[in-house]
């Protein structure tokens, strides 16, 4: 027996094609040396072509999930992903409010990169209202930064902007991450914690295969808070998982495939030389 490792949980989707949502959250979790626990919040129909669609749970079942995880497993850090329904992001807000769910991470996803609505039109303003302002870490890309304020979010400086009127809101900490641009100006993320705005810069490989890389920047973020990394340390290690699992993205399906989780462990499945 070893000791227990730390606990991550994540509120988000399944993709049942693997690549995002729960299964890259767990995936993550696994390779950043996190115990993983989750509560389903829909459960998207999905392949390399995009999102056919979803079936959303019940709120009553997410926090059935939260509680029981919680109560009894514990866990250091917490992130949501696709939360799909206002009722579900009502539920999620009240719950991190009265549990001791650590750290929260709040992915604000509203669509997929094919542009398939992930969250219903009616929930952004929940969203926006209820939950980010409970956020440890807001981690927006460009599209959600704009959908959030309703600015226009151009440039660095755009950038910027986007993250002094998120982190207004009320989260600790605002990521706004400018990849999936072909602007190699936005080939960096900014980090804003009300004070201090830093700088990431992308260390950027050209790959059509990037499906799941902002569910994994944000589990891989949770996973290092739940290890006990501050959040500025925590988020560059993160962005030095998803880099290297960029790198070992491969192609899947006939669309687009989805970053490599796994290339801490393709150590032990290698032939011996
Ligand atoms: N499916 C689910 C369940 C997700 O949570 C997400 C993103 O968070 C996606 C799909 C979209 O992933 P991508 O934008 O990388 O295609």
Not at 36 to 50: D, E, I, K
Not at 53 to 79: H, R, S
Not at 130 to 151: C, D, H, K, Q, S
Not at 230 to 255: M, Y
Request: glycine content about 10%; charged content about 20%.
């Amino acid at each position: 027996m070893r000791t227990t490792p730390p606990r991550a949980l994540t509120i988000a989707g399944s993709d049942s094609g693997g690549g995002a949502g729960v299964q890259a959250d767990l995936k993550t979790f696994l390779c950043c040396g996190v115990h993983g626990t989750s509560a389903l919040t829909a459960v998207t129909v999905q392949n390399s072509l995009g999102v056919s669609g979803f079936y959303e749970l019940p709120a009553q079942a997410v926090i059935e999930q939260v509680e029981a995880v919680v109560t009894d497993i514990g866990v250091q850090a917490t992130k949501t992903g696709m939360l799909a329904s206002a009722a579900v992001i009502e539920a999620v807000a009240e719950m991190v409010t009265r549990l001791d769910v650590g750290p929260l991470v709040v992915d604000p996803v509203c669509a997929s990169q094919h542009g398939d609505a992930l969250l219903r039109d009616d929930a952004l303003e929940a969203l926006r209202d209820l939950l980010v302002p409970l956020a440890t870490l807001l981690t927006p890309n460009l599209p959600e930064a704009r959908l959030l304020t309703g600015l226009e979010v151009r440039g660095r400086a755009g950038m910027s902007q986007a993250a002094r009127a998120l982190h207004a809101r009320g989260p600790d900490w605002v990521l706004v991450k400018g990849g999936h641009t072909d602007d190699p100006d936005l080939a960096l993320d900014v980090l804003f914690d009300g004070d201090r705005e830093i700088e990431l810069v992308a260390d950027r490989h050209p790959s059509p295969h990037t499906h799941g890389t902002g569910d994994t920047l944000a589990a891989a973020t949770t996973a290092a808070l739940a290890r006990g990394l501050a959040v500025e340390d925590a988020v560059h290690a993160a962005k030095a998982f998803v880099t290297a699992s960029v790198a070992d993205s491969f192609g899947l399906g006939a669309g687009l495939g989805p970053v490599g989780h796994f290339w801490p462990l393709e150590q032990h499945h290698r032939p011996a030389p």
